[in-house]
């Protein structure tokens, strides 16, 4: 062996023990939760399906909680006719006071837009809906979902272009996640009184079964356990604990919401006939 090939092995080598460390496995990640057997973990632990007929949907919980993080998912949502149907990808702790970061995937007509619905709650209270139209058709192939959880912000990207910025603005009054501890939910299930425009275009129950994929689960993330985080003792290593948007990313999201953004709650008047919430002035 040369040692120019000999190298070349070595990168190699390298670069797949990297791949296998990141890809995460879901048979050591996750449990699934519901939907009698409509849930499969295949191919090892790298791919996870969740399937939804007339009888029942089905869900998946993460094993750990996570108190900040940085978690990325690929999913590839429902083909075809999907609408009534919803995939929800989202963190949450539990109990009334609970916060939650929601992604959710709002099925439509084959070759109609889904909608993507972001929302956060913060001890127990929601009410900050926004959502998307992506620029891809997000069926075709698999993309990265991703959450940046961190003290100062909560950032919702799609392929990395950042389409949402929840910040810490404690110091004005409004609560931000911090303190409770999440799980990694998703479900597929069917809303058809609501999800495709508004609840008028009902499901199909001919498609079924729905199916939805996931797959290279990835969290850099502080778990939590008997009370106690992974990342307390030294965070150094945690470069996105203090990860903020530069100034392209800001860019990027000004892009996102200009060109894809269908509902904003923070324009919705009619719905804060009071005013509007705190954050929406600030943001
Ligand atoms: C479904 O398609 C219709 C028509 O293009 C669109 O108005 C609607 O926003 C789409 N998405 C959902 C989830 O209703
Ligand atoms: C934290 O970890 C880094 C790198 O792993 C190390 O260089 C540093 O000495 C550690 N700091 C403390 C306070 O343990």
Known sequence: MTSRS??????????SFLLAA??????QDFDITWGDGRAKILGNGQLLTLSLDKTSGSGFKSRSQYLFGKIDMQIKLVPGNSAG???AYYLSSLGSAHDEIDFEFLGNLSG????????VFTQGKGNREQQFY?????????HTYSILWNPQSII???DRTPIREFKNLESRGIPFPKDQPMWIFSSLWNADDWATRGGLVKTDWSQAPFTASYRNFNAQACIWSSGSSSCSSNSSGNSWMRESLDTTGQQKIKWAQKNYMIYNYCTDSKRFPQGFPPECSLA
């Open 112 to 119: 109609q837009p889904y909608i993507l619905h972001t929302n």
């Open 22 to 27: 990141s890809a995460g496995n879901f048979n």
């Open 156 to 158: 919702f990207s799609v």
């Open 85 to 87: 149907t919803v995939t």
């Open 134 to 142: 992506l620029w891809f058709d997000p069926t075709k192939d698999f």
């Open 6 to 15: 000999f190298v070349k092995e070595k990168v190699f080598l390298l670069f």
